[in-house]
């Protein structure tokens, strides 16, 4: 039963710190994308790849967002200096066509 | 620019009846729309999908419809069973991988 993974379930850290949050796509899909969900905002879109290439991050803040995918098996999302406006649950979802297939998220809280 | 809007914020039913969760979308370019199913604490679950050729697609006790004309689609849960109580995101895609989603319509089914 393929799932995507990500790790940390759960992160607290102080403001100013950085945060890195880790996915593992599914083997064989091509697209993998990040959200954020906020109470306000719903799902929102950071950043996704193809074929490991960034095609768009439009959706994150540049100056201290980034995005990567050293290898196939791994995404990375981090975030340096961390705020606490930062606080929300991050996904990763991986995709091969139309349909996206999500990992459990990491619940990140920044004090 | 919301996209793709969900109205209901929330829908309760009994169990057995009828669930009728809507979508709408205002961008013309979609063409393959999707629904998830979210549970606390997990990420989004893809759930059923339908393309823009189509009206209608059904899966067991999921349907969705499609009308074109009004850029509404909507979900039919039947029977509503109480495990059905998630939070429900419509999406759209736009002849790529990247997803538009809805805000969300949490459905509580009432025993």
């Known amino acids: 039963d393929a799932r995507v993974t990500q790790t940390p379930r759960h992160k607290v850290t102080e403001m100013g710190q950085e945060v890195t949050m880790r996915c593992q796509p599914i083997?064989?899909?091509?697209?993998v994308f990040w959200y954020r969900q906020t109470m306000m905002q719903g799902l929102e879109l950071l950043a996704y790849f193809r074929n490991r290439a960034p095609l768009d991050d439009s959706g994150m803040p540049k100056d201290r967002f980034s995005a990567e995918m050293p290898d196939a098996t791994l995404a990375t999302l981090k975030i340096q200096p961390s705020e606490p406006r930062d606080s929300a649950v991050y996904f990763c979802?991986?995709?091969?066509?139309?349909?996206?297939?999500f990992g459990p998220g990491t619940r990140l809280t920044v004090l | 620019d919301q996209q793709v809007k969900q109205n209901s914020p929330s829908l309760s039913v009994q169990e057995g009846r009828i669930s009728i969760l809507n979508c709408d979308y205002t961008?013309?370019?979609?063409?393959?729309f999707l629904w998830y199913k979210k549970y606390p604490a997990e990420g989004p679950t893809f759930l059923i999908s339908?393309?823009?050729?189509?009206d209608k697609n059904e899966d067991g006790r999921f349907t969705v419809f499609l009308n074109k004309s009004a850029k509404h689609l909507s979900l039919h849960i039947v029977p509503s069973q109480p495990g059905d109580s998630a939070v429900y995101f419509c999406a759209a895609s736009d002849r790529g991988s990247r997803l538009t989603f809805g805000e969300g319509t949490q459905l509580t089914v009432n025993p």
């Open positions: 979802a991986s995709g091969h066509g139309h349909t996206q297939y």
């Open positions: 961008n013309s370019m979609f063409d393959y």
């Open positions: 083997l064989g899909h091509n697209t």
């Open positions: 339908i393309s823009s050729i189509k």
